[in-house]
C-alpha cells in the first residue's frame, strides 16, 4: 500500500544540490491533504509505525520518573512541556518510511534502521545537538525563572511543586514568564527543524542549507506553518496526559504528515 496524496516524488538520498533550495507557497489544503497522506502511511505500516511512537513514549514516561525519583520535582514541568521539541529527530524512521511508501518500495526493520543509524556519519547528526542544545537552554532558562520567582517558596515533593507553581501568585507570575520564554524558544526550534529534519534524511545538504531552508519556509508562509505548529502542539500535549500512551498513534501520524508537508514546501531536485 502506497501513501495517498499528490506530493511530488522524493528525491534520493545521495543527490548533490547546487545552491539553497527552492520553497514553495503553501496553504491550509497542503496540511489537510498531508495529514490524510500520513495517516494513509501509518494505516499501511500500522505496527512499524506505532513502535516508534511506543519508543517515544516510554521514553518519556522512564525520563519523568527518573527526574521524580531523583527528587529533581522543579524539572518535571520544563521536561513535560519540552519534551515534543525533540520529536521531529526521534521521527527520522518515520520519514524514512513515508519516503519508501511513496516510492512503492518493499522495507523491513532492517532497512528503516539501517538509514537510521546511517544519519549519525551524516549531517543529521548536527541537528541533533542543535535540537539538544535548545532544550539544554530551555532548562536552564526554566531554571533561572524558577528561582527569581519562586525563591521564597519551599516544596519537597512533586504535589508541593505543583501546588506552589498553579495555586500561588508567585506561581502564576513562574507560569507567565516560562510561558513565554518556552514560546519562543519553541518557535525558534519548530523553524529550524519543520523542514531540516526531513531535508537532511532525503538530500546530501548540509545541516546549516536544511536549517536555512527551514526558516524560510516558515518565514514565507507564517500562517500556515503557525497553524502546523499548533497543530503539533495541541496534539503532542494531549497525547502525553494519558501516562504519554497517545503518542503511540499520534506522534506516527505526525511525523508521516511531516514527510509529506515537506515535499509540499520544497520544490524536488531538478536532475
Known amino acids: 500500500m502506497t501513501s495517498s496524496g499528490s506530493d511530488p516524488a522524493p528525491s534520493d538520498h545521495a543527490t548533490p544540490q547546487q545552491g539553497m ?11 489537510r491533504t498531508s495529514l490524510k497522506a500520513g495517516f494513509a502511511d501509518f494505516l499501511a505500516r500500522p505496527m512499524m509505525s506505532g513502535f516508534f511512537g511506543l519508543f517515544y513514549a516510554v521514553f518519556g514516561i522512564l525520563f519523568i520518573w527518573c527526574l521524580v525519583w531523583l527528587g529533581a520535582v522543579w524539572m518535571v514541568i520544563p521536561a513535560a512541556i519540552g519534551f515534543p521539541l525533540v520529536a521531529p529527530f526521534a521521527a527520522a524512521g518515520l520519514y524514512e518510511m513515508s519516503r519508501r511508501l511513496a516510492r512503492g518500495e518493499k522495507f523491513g526493520w532492517s532497512d528503516i534502521l539501517n538509514v537510521m543509524s546511517s544519519q549519525s556519519r551524516r549531517e543529521m547528526g548536527w541537528m541533533a545537538f ?10 536552564y532558562q526554566f531554571r533561572t525563572v524558577l ?3 519562586l525563591q521564597n517558596s519551599s516544596f519537597s515533593d512533586l504535589d508541593g511543586f505543583l501546588n506552589t507553581v498553579f495555586f500561588t501568585p508567585e506561581g502564576w507570575i513562574f507560569l507567565a514568564i516560562g510561558a513565554c520564554v518556552g514560546a519562543l ?28 531552508t527551514s526558516v524560510r519556509v516558515v518565514r514565507e508562509n507564517p ?21 504519554f500512551l497517545g503518542l503511540i498513534f499520534t506522534l506516527p501520524i505526525l511525523g508521516h504528515t511531516t514527510w509529506h508537508l515537506y515535499l509540499r514546501a520544497v520544490s524536488p531536485v531538478e536532475r
Not at 21 to 31: C, F, H, Q, Y
Not at 130 to 137: A, K, N, Q, R
Open 21 to 31: 533550495p527552492e520553497v514553495n507557497g503553501l496553504t491550509a489544503d497542503d496540511i
Open 147 to 149: 528561582v527569581i520567582t
Open 223 to 243: 500562517v500556515v506553518m503557525l497553524g502546523w505548529a499548533a497543530i503539533i502542539l495541541v496534539t503532542m500535549l494531549l497525547s502525553m496526559v494519558p501516562a
Open 130 to 139: 542543535v535540537t539538544l542544545f535548545i532544550f539544554w537552554v530551555w532548562f
Open 185 to 212: 524558544l519553541s518557535a525558534v526550534l519548530f523553524s529550524v527543524t519543520v523542514v531540516a529534519m526531513p531535508m537532511l534524511l532525503d538530500r546530501e545538504v548540509d545541516f546549516i542549507t536544511a536549517m536555512l
